[in-house]
């Protein structure tokens, strides 16, 4: 018994060393993230990431993020200045050393108003200033000029980055990527996509009230659809403050704000463009199945009687307000960003998570939006002088993450500190590996999304006239994307 005590004492220190690097490069896991359960014979059996070893000198690598004033927890999943004893900070304190320690570089962290990140990139590229090793512009500013204005390193061109190792998104790469080129991606590096990503939550205690059957078997089944959603919200709205109609005030069987309208439409199976044999996009907007997508988005927005959208009271916030209608138990369901669940772990709302309804049941997979109004998008700047640093430095990184960040956000955070359930981190899983991305939603091509995104926010009583719609943005979706094409192909 000794001798066991005294082997397993022996494994428990070498861990941090297996974990860490030895000469040949780095461990990590390319299944899931490292957890505590797993066993000295599991833990031995981490692929090893083959990169050399490299001293920096000291070299300050610098990243620029965009921010928005007020929100706060855009800020903190690239650098941290100590240890705090908050879980996500210390983990990006533990990831950043290791980096650091390994490659003799400080990692800092800058952020900047997204009204004027654009602008600041596009002068720093052209006056070639390499004080920033990577940017993280917002999403929607993407289709602002950042892609056409030859500001970013082709990622793929990088020295040492895999684009097949799990910490990258291998949706994103697929999606966005232009005539062979990808010039912006997501990774394990930061935590803000999956904040940004749309999923449903329902109200555990208004769901035993309406006697609703296991939501979770649901799933299960493959009966999550439209069609189901509608029939578990019948018959919910309720006049809460008696005066005869139903306001912000009352009780519905869901509430949403604007971003929900382009979360159905892609959760159904939609798409703005799609990409044709030599990866250039061409509209898809307008067909049949977009007609059908729509009809069913109505079903709900106006048929059911039982949608409330947030926008139709001209709220501050709408993120805030669907959290607030749910929290106070004024909704059974609720389409919201994930990063809602850092305000629901402190209440005491019981609550559920599910993914987006399908179409109907032959639809073969869910699809999950990530927000681009939220998400920071990894990019390289032309002018860094050293690419292959800047390559090692991230795939070395975005490698670290998996094994420290990740599983201090998804392990800790969100499926033992947000979620109330075993099923719900379950379905959390369902969510964040059915991650879509439409490259005519990115880009924004005739201004296409950005209407959808609005449609349903700026008309309360009835529903767009979508052929007339269509009708006017034809020309301008066209002529976004031969100009698109024109570009990205130059060169």
């Not at 706060?72 to 690239?78: A, K, N, P, T």
């Not at 964040?432 to 999304?449: N, P, T």
Request: proline letters at 3%; hydrophobic letters at 40%; one cysteine or more.
């Amino acid at each position: 018994m000794i001798k066991i005590i005294y082997l397993f004492l022996t494994v428990l220190l070498l861990i941090p060393v297996i974990i860490s690097c030895s000469d040949s490069g780095i461990a990590v896991d390319d299944e899931s993230a490292i957890t505590e359960t797993e066993t000295a014979e599991q833990m031995t059996e981490k692929p090893m990431l083959d990169l050399p070893q490299e001293d920096y000198e000291g070299y300050d690598f610098n990243f620029l993020h965009w921010t928005i004033a007020g929100w706060s927890y855009i800020e903190g999943d690239l650098a941290a200045e100590q240890e705090s004893g908050e879980t996500l900070n210390d983990a990006v304190y533990r990831r950043n050393s290791v980096i650091e320690d390994r490659y003799n570089i400080e990692i800092n962290a800058f952020y900047e108003s997204q009204d004027k990140i654009v602008n600041n990139i596009k002068n720093l590229v052209l006056s070639e200033d390499n004080t920033y090793s990577a940017f993280f512009p917002r999403g929607f500013e993407l289709s602002t000029g950042l892609f056409a204005s030859n500001s970013f390193f082709d990622l793929n061109t990088l020295p040492y980055i895999d684009f097949t190792m799990p910490w990258w998104d291998t949706n994103l790469a697929e999606g966005l990527s232009v005539n062979g080129r990808l010039y912006a991606m997501l990774s394990d590096i930061t935590i803000i996509d999956k904040r940004a990503t749309g999923a449903v939550l329902f109200n555990k205690s208004i769901a035993k009230d309406y006697n609703l059957p296991d939501l979770y078997e649901i799933i299960n089944e493959n009966n999550w659809t439209t069609e189901k959603l509608l029939s578990l919200i019948s018959g919910v709205a309720t006049d809460l403050d008696g005066d005869s109609q139903l306001t912000d005030k009352d009780l519905y069987g869901f509430v949403g704000q604007d971003s929900m309208t382009v979360a159905m439409y892609l959760g159904l199976g939609g798409n703005f463009a799609q990409k044709d044999e030599n990866d250039l996009p061409y509209p898809t907007f307008g067909g049949k199945r977009t007609f059908e997508i729509f009809d069913k988005i109505n079903k709900l927005v106006y048929d059911s009687g039982e949608y409330m959208h947030v926008d139709w009271y001209r709220v501050p916030n709408a993120v805030e307000a669907v959290h607030l209608a749910f929290s106070e138990e004024r909704a059974l369901f609720c389409w919201n960003l994930l990063q809602c669940l850092d305000m629901l772990r402190s209440e005491e709302t019981d609550f559920g998570v599910l993914p987006v309804p399908k179409f109907d049941e032959n639809q073969e997979d869910y699809k999950h939006m990530v927000s681009i109004h939220v998400t920071g998008f990894l990019t390289v700047p032309l002018c860094a002088d050293n690419p292959d640093r800047t390559g090692l430095v991230l795939e070395a990184l975005a490698a670290e993450s998996r094994n420290t960040l990740i599983p201090a956000y998804y392990d800790v955070m969100l499926t033992q500190k947000y979620v109330r359930d075993d099923n719900s981190a379950e379905m959390l899983d369902i969510v964040f590996s059915s991650r879509v991305y439409d490259i005519g939603d990115i880009f924004g091509f005739g201004g296409l999304g950005d209407t959808i995104l609005r449609i349903i926010s700026s008309n309360k009583d009835m529903p767009a006239d979508l052929a007339s719609l269509i009708a006017k943005k034809e020309n301008a979706i066209t002529k976004d994307i031969d100009k698109f094409i024109t570009q990205m192909t130059a060169g």
